[in-house]
């Protein structure tokens, strides 16, 4: 069976960092894309970050490019985002979800999701 657990996630003040973990089971991340998806409130999802172990590729959203850290240990079948210099407007639901290599960055298309972890950027 194939699961997503994240973790890392709660209350961090503006410029403040976090750092996210997407622990996977019942397949291994190295064979397909993994992303990371936000949802703030009222608004529509948005991937902020993708990785594809198996050739090293990396993608980011021109919203955090720069400031976040997408990261892989295949050893322990966990993807990581490092969140730097958050803002108010990171703020919301955190998932990881996954995919075959050539959906990365398009979540609409992702077959499994975790069940997220709140992220709260105070002004």
């Known amino acids: 069976e194939v699961q997503l657990v994240e973790s890392g996630g709660g209350l961090v003040q503006a410029g403040g960092s976090l750092r996210l973990s997407c622990a996977a089971s019942g397949f291994t991340i190295d064979d397909y894309a993994i992303g990371w998806v936000r949802q703030a409130p009222g608004k529509e999802r948005e991937e902020v970050s993708c990785i594809i172990s198996s050739d090293g590729s990396i993608y980011y959203s021109d919203s955090v490019r720069g400031r976040f850290t997408i990261s892989s240990d295949n050893a322990k079948n966990t993807v990581y985002l490092q969140m730097n210099s958050l803002k108010p407007e990171d703020t919301g639901v955190y998932y990881c979800?996954?995919?075959?290599?050539?959906?990365?960055?398009?979540?609409?298309?992702?077959?499994?999701w975790g069940q997220g972890t709140q992220v709260t950027v105070s002004s």
């Open positions: 979800a996954t995919g075959r290599p050539e959906t990365c960055m398009v979540y609409t298309l992702y077959d499994y």
